[in-house]
């Protein structure tokens, strides 16, 4: 039998706390600013981004944990596997494969939808259709495909490519942010009185709140980038933790750095009724003028691309391990020859992906934010698996020794543990309750069940092959872990 494919270790920290901030990033926290605001209020959208970085805080002890004892691709998936079974490997990967690839996509169409704010003669040319309201144009759609296949070539090319590249793009974005954001403050004709009233006056203020805690799944996902490059650290897996949760810091003050912006540029509630196609654009550009648009659209291409590239990197790395595993054709399991990079998920996501710019974006909206749940689903396993993995007490230690498990006696990270698996179960419960101010809606929960049915009709074609294959052979090829038994089977 073929031995293990593996990564090269050649992510340096500072490109892959890029990896995780690039990614939580992306388009949203430049697009959607008068979005929240119109749902929550200012202060409401402010205070639920807050609140959802350090609800994902609390979530990222486990996966420091996790990343330090079993740093592998595959993140969730391999953490399902080590926690439960097999079974649950393909539970976790399946969604999680659904929540990237709909984030490159959408990243990709947030760049075709600034160019057409920007340069609307340029883009909406070539009108094709209409889908759930949403025009879509021939040039807009190329746009989005060739920023697909660009990223892809780039991913393909190697780790080290897309690791500076993501560094470089992350600091311009940052710097932007910056920029607006100091420069909103210091412009005369911006006042806090703007602000008022703090809170969406249709809800409570606990459910404005609420509302955008709800999205945090969404908002912050790409911190769990870092498991999934985990098996490309040059350096020690234990800083996996700290490059997390400085990641989630970054990533919360973005957020409310733009919001904040945007909402002090005029009553928001004016703002908001107008219905504007994007409405921080139009707040930097009615503050700022051409060159409020220019930085902005700087800072959004950098999040686009750091959000392409990031999850290129995240999703072609858990079909790597999916396929190495032998759930998903053996070809995602294989590196190219010459760059040594996981091509064919690369590819896969490409391919997939190319298909979205012709639904217009409001059709994906609908699956994005249905992702949403699997996302979900996935920091629950992990933390699941963490706190199984700690004891309240060394006298507990014995258990599970024939697995030869790293469980450790940590009362307090269990705790955390056990509270991010709560915080997992509470987001869920937001998204898929109707009587929820988060609802996600009827068109993604009807997207949400076509993916479930499929997942099952996969399984069901691929899964006896997969449950052959010995546990031990498994085990090797999830988590790396040789044992007499799957060396001479590997051999």
Known sequence: MKEREQLARTLKPHWVWA??????????????PSVWIGDAGPLGAIIGFGIGALLMM???????????????????????????????????????????????????????????????????????????????????????????????????????????????????MIVGVLILGVGVLLNSSTSFENLQPVFNPELTAWSSIILIVAIAPWAFVGFDNIPQAA??????????????????????????????????????????????????????????????ILILAIALSMGVFTGLNGFFVSSSRLLFAMGRAQIIPSVFGKLHSKYKTPYAGIIFTCVVCLISPWFGREVLTWIVDMSSVGVTIAYIYACVVAFKLFKWSNESLAINQDKNLPIVAAPVKKSFSMAGAL???????????????AFMGTPSLIALLIWITLGIVFYLIKGPEFRKIPSDRLEYLILGRETDKNVKKSG
């Not at 990896?19 to 959607?32: D, R």
């Not at 915080?423 to 101010?437: H, I, K, R």
Request: charged share 10%; hydrophobic share 55%.
């Open 423 to 437: 915080v997992g179960f509470v987001f869920l419960g937001l998204l898929l309750m109707p009587s929820s101010p």
């Open 58 to 172: 609390v979530i990222a002890v486990s996966y420091g944990f996790l990343i330090e004892k079993f740093p592998v691709s595959g993140g969730e998936f391999a953490y399902a596997f080590l926690g439960f079974n097999r079974n649950h490997a393909y539970v976790a990967g399946w969604f999680l494969v659904l929540g990237y690839m709909c984030i490159v996509a959408l990243n990709a169409s947030a760049l075709a939808l600034m160019i057409k704010y920007i340069f609307p003669a340029v883009a909406e040319q070539g009108f094709m259709y209409s889908l759930a309201g949403w025009d879509v144009y021939f040039v807009e759609a190329i746009i989005a495909s060739i920023a697909l296949i660009l990223f892809a070539y780039m991913n393909i090319r190697g780790a080290t490519v897309s690791g500076k590249l993501q560094f470089i793009f992350v600091i311009c």
């Open 231 to 292: 098996e490309e650290f040059n350096f020690s897996p234990k800083k996996g933790f700290i490059l997390i949760i400085f990641s989630l810091i970054c990533a919360g003050l973005v957020y409310i750095i733009m919001i904040t912006a945007t909402a002090l540029y005029m009553p928001w509630q004016e703002l908001v009724s107008s219905q504007p196609q994007w409405g921080t654009g139009d707040a930097m550009s009615g503050l700022f003028g051409n060159i409020g």
């Open 19 to 32: 990896i995780a901030l690039g990614s939580a990033i992306g388009w949203g926290a430049f697009v959607q």
